[in-house]
Each structure stands twice: as C-alpha cells, then as structure tokens.
C-alpha cells in the first residue's frame, strides 16, 4: 500500500464514451502528477499539480482533461479518445521538493485503459 | 533533450545468480532514483542517489552513481524470485522547484528470475 490510490483499476470504453479516472493520495503531499506508460516508450509526465494549481501540461491532448479540487485528490476526464490512447495510466503525488534529490514519486497502481 | 538509457532492456536468469543493470546518459543529474515495478502495480522507489561516486545498499542490492553523475548501475545479489519486475531509473535536474518536479525516465529492465 503506497497510500495513493487509483480507480478505477481497469477501464474498456469506446471511442464516443466520456469517463473518468479518480486518484486519491492520503499522505500529505502538495504535488500530484499524472503519467502515462506505453509499451516501449519511457513515463510520459502529463500534467502536474502543485498546491492544486496546474502547474506543468506537456502538450496532451484535449481529450484528456484533468482536475484537482484538493490536494489530496486529482481525476483524468476522458472523451472521444483514440485507440492509441490505450494504456497504463499512473497517478503519483510528491512532498515539496527539497535539496538535490528531485521530487520522489509515491504511484497507485495504475488504471489499465483499453479504448475499443 | 535529456535521455536516459537503460540496459539491459530484457533479462532472464536464475535464482541465485548476480546480476547488474545500466542507467546512462549523456546529461549530469543532480540525482538519479531507482524504482521497481511489480506487474499490475505502480512503480515504487528503491533509493536515490545525489553525490557522484556514491554508493548505497539495499540489502541484496547495491546501487552506483557515476562519478561524473551522468551513469548508474545496480547489480544484485543472489537474485530471488522476488526480485523480478521492472526497474526504472529516473533521473531528476535541480535547478528550480519546477524542475525538480519532471523527472526524465529511462525505458527499464524488464528482468525474470526463474526459481
């Protein structure tokens, strides 16, 4: 138990469905971030929020839309995606970043997206 | 463009024997993190090393950081069935608080130990 929690763990949808994904932190932490893993392809950081502000958005698509009511939790609002969109989706939370070490990321366990 | 390159991608072997992976880039980290992820689950850190030359470990596992802190590598000892997953380094660029934020991702070792 990492204590950052994702749900739901698996989601099949089509490409005219609109869901969401839920995380839930309960450690604290100000940064919540959201990632994607793909086969072959190294985390990619899709967006970031600290203190509940967005703070990083890496050119993701406006079929993903993220919220952060609170610090304690972040959703991935998803509409009208593409098969490609398909896989693993992380979400992590970090403490305020300090000394050298970069900000640790504590992940849930994921969402395993299929878009049919 | 920071990378990371992590070698080997894939590796099978069995309980018992030693084993080290690769963590390279061409870029200086202020410091490097390494995780293991188990299948269906998230990554989940292992130990982060900060000074160059640095050496840390985790019981059966022992971790490097380059002295020029651009390279790590973890070799493990023994392997056990345990220890099988996918391991990531991820290297982080103090500079900013934001910068800090983004880590850059190596691709992983997928590595199998075979009872």
């Known amino acids: 138990e990492t204590g950052v929690t994702q749900t739901p763990r698996h989601l099949v949808m089509g490409m005219t469905n609109k869901k969401s994904l839920k995380c839930e932190q309960h450690?604290?932490?100000?940064?919540m971030y959201w990632y994607k893993q793909s086969a072959k392809k190294p985390l990619e950081l899709m967006f970031v929020y600290s203190l509940e502000e967005r703070v990083e958005n890496n050119s993701v698509p406006s079929r993903f839309s993220p919220e952060c009511p609170n610090s304690s939790h972040l959703f991935l609002h998803l509409h009208t995606l593409q098969p490609e969109d398909s896989a693993l989706y992380l979400c992590a939370s970090s403490p305020r970043h300090s000394g050298r070490a970069g900000n640790i990321q504590y992940f849930g366990a994921g969402t395993r997206l299929s878009v049919l | 463009t920071q990378l990371l390159e992590q070698s080997p991608q894939f590796l099978s072997i069995q309980e018992g024997e030693n084993l080290t992976v690769y963590c390279n880039s061409s870029?200086?980290?202020?410091?490097l993190q390494w995780y293991r992820q188990e299948p269906g689950e998230g990554p989940v850190l292992l130990v982060t090393v900060v000074t160059g030359g640095e050496v840390k470990k985790l019981k059966r596992l022992t971790f490097q950081f380059g002295d020029a802190r651009k390279d790590s590598s973890l070799h493990i000892t023994a392997a056990q069935p345990g220890d099988t997953g996918l391991y990531l380094c991820?290297?982080?660029?103090?500079?900013?608080?934001?910068?800090?934020?983004?880590?850059?991702w190596g691709l992983g070792t997928s590595l199998a130990v075979n009872p």
């Open positions: 450690l604290g932490h100000n940064a």
């Open positions: 991820a290297g982080a660029d103090a500079g900013t608080e934001k910068d800090n934020r983004k880590l850059i």
């Open positions: 870029s200086v980290f202020s410091s």
